[in-house]
Protein backbone atom coordinates (compact mmCIF):
# COMPACT_ATOMS: atom_id res chain seq x y z
CA UNK A 1 0.00 0.00 0.00
CA UNK A 2 1.02 3.52 -0.96
CA UNK A 3 0.54 6.62 1.05
CA UNK A 4 1.00 9.51 -0.79
CA UNK A 5 1.44 12.53 1.49
CA UNK A 6 1.41 16.45 0.18
CA UNK A 7 4.14 17.82 0.03
CA UNK A 8 4.76 20.87 2.54
CA UNK A 9 7.95 22.59 2.01
CA UNK A 10 9.42 24.41 5.25
CA UNK A 11 8.47 27.86 4.29
CA UNK A 12 4.80 27.21 3.30
CA UNK A 13 4.38 25.98 7.22
CA UNK A 14 5.68 29.60 8.51
CA UNK A 15 3.18 32.77 7.55
CA UNK A 16 4.15 34.93 4.51
CA UNK A 17 5.63 38.05 5.49
CA UNK A 18 5.06 40.81 3.29
CA UNK A 19 7.43 42.15 0.50
CA UNK A 20 10.15 45.04 0.54
CA UNK A 21 7.53 46.28 -1.83
CA UNK A 22 4.70 46.37 0.23
CA UNK A 23 6.35 46.86 3.21
CA UNK A 24 7.51 50.47 1.76
CA UNK A 25 4.15 51.23 0.03
CA UNK A 26 2.41 50.65 3.81
CA UNK A 27 4.89 52.44 5.54
CA UNK A 28 4.38 55.48 2.70
CA UNK A 29 0.92 55.59 3.53
CA UNK A 30 1.13 55.41 7.33
CA UNK A 31 3.59 57.96 7.39
CA UNK A 32 1.52 60.46 4.76
CA UNK A 33 -2.43 60.42 5.91
CA UNK A 34 -2.95 63.74 3.89
CA UNK A 35 -1.83 61.73 0.57
CA UNK A 36 0.17 64.90 -0.06
CA UNK A 37 1.87 63.57 -3.30
CA UNK A 38 4.91 64.69 -5.56
CA UNK A 39 3.13 64.81 -8.85
CA UNK A 40 -0.07 66.49 -7.63
CA UNK A 41 -1.69 69.38 -9.52
CA UNK A 42 -1.26 71.26 -6.26
CA UNK A 43 2.68 70.87 -6.47
CA UNK A 44 2.45 73.00 -10.19
CA UNK A 45 0.14 75.39 -8.91
CA UNK A 46 3.03 76.08 -6.03
CA UNK A 47 5.97 75.97 -8.79
CA UNK A 48 3.82 77.83 -11.05
CA UNK A 49 3.02 80.80 -8.63
CA UNK A 50 6.45 81.18 -6.75
CA UNK A 51 8.52 81.20 -10.80
CA UNK A 52 5.52 83.93 -11.70
CA UNK A 53 6.62 85.97 -8.17
CA UNK A 54 9.76 86.08 -9.43
CA UNK A 55 9.36 87.38 -12.76
CA UNK A 56 6.95 89.82 -10.97
CA UNK A 57 8.47 91.34 -8.03
CA UNK A 58 12.23 91.56 -10.20
CA UNK A 59 10.28 93.42 -13.05
CA UNK A 60 8.64 95.75 -10.21
CA UNK A 61 12.40 96.01 -8.54
CA UNK A 62 14.51 96.40 -11.52
CA UNK A 63 12.52 98.16 -14.02
CA UNK A 64 10.13 100.42 -12.24
CA UNK A 65 11.68 101.11 -9.06
CA UNK A 66 15.33 101.15 -10.20
CA UNK A 67 17.04 99.15 -8.21
CA UNK A 68 20.09 97.03 -8.99
CA UNK A 69 19.59 93.63 -10.65
CA UNK A 70 21.41 91.69 -7.61
CA UNK A 71 19.02 93.37 -5.30
CA UNK A 72 16.10 92.94 -7.26
CA UNK A 73 16.94 89.35 -7.60
CA UNK A 74 17.30 88.74 -3.73
CA UNK A 75 13.78 90.73 -3.16
CA UNK A 76 11.83 88.59 -5.21
CA UNK A 77 13.68 85.57 -3.98
CA UNK A 78 12.80 86.68 -0.53
CA UNK A 79 9.16 87.83 -1.15
CA UNK A 80 8.62 84.21 -3.14
CA UNK A 81 10.14 82.07 -0.38
CA UNK A 82 8.53 84.02 2.37
CA UNK A 83 4.86 83.80 1.04
CA UNK A 84 5.40 80.20 0.42
CA UNK A 85 6.67 79.32 4.40
CA UNK A 86 3.55 82.13 4.89
CA UNK A 87 1.10 79.45 2.92
CA UNK A 88 2.16 76.64 4.55
CA UNK A 89 2.06 77.90 8.00
CA UNK A 90 -1.41 78.70 7.11
CA UNK A 91 -2.30 75.75 5.83
CA UNK A 92 -0.76 74.14 9.51
CA UNK A 93 -3.79 76.49 11.22
CA UNK A 94 -6.66 75.13 9.46
CA UNK A 95 -8.54 71.80 10.71
CA UNK A 96 -7.24 68.65 8.33
CA UNK A 97 -4.57 70.26 6.31
CA UNK A 98 -0.94 70.15 7.50
CA UNK A 99 1.98 71.53 6.63
CA UNK A 100 3.74 70.28 3.63
CA UNK A 101 7.42 70.14 3.36
CA UNK A 102 6.62 68.54 -0.51
CA UNK A 103 4.91 71.87 -1.11
CA UNK A 104 7.60 74.12 0.03
CA UNK A 105 9.82 72.11 -1.78
CA UNK A 106 7.79 73.16 -5.16
CA UNK A 107 7.92 76.50 -4.25
CA UNK A 108 11.57 76.59 -3.58
CA UNK A 109 12.10 74.79 -7.25
CA UNK A 110 9.55 77.41 -8.74
CA UNK A 111 11.99 80.17 -7.09
CA UNK A 112 15.07 78.87 -8.46
CA UNK A 113 13.44 78.06 -11.80
CA UNK A 114 12.03 81.54 -11.54
CA UNK A 115 15.27 82.84 -10.61
CA UNK A 116 17.23 81.22 -13.79
CA UNK A 117 14.44 82.29 -16.61
CA UNK A 118 14.05 85.79 -15.19
CA UNK A 119 16.90 87.50 -13.71
CA UNK A 120 19.50 86.49 -16.08
CA UNK A 121 20.23 89.32 -19.26
Known amino acids: MIVLLPAVSP ?3 QPTRPSAITAAAESTRIADPYHDHWLARDKAAHFALSCAIIGFGYHLG ?3 NGNSKAAARNT ?4 SLSLGVAKE ?3 STKQGNHFSFKD ?6 GTVFGALLFTRH
Open 11 to 13: SAA
Open 62 to 64: HTE
Open 104 to 109: LAADIA
Open 76 to 79: AVSI
Open 89 to 91: LWD
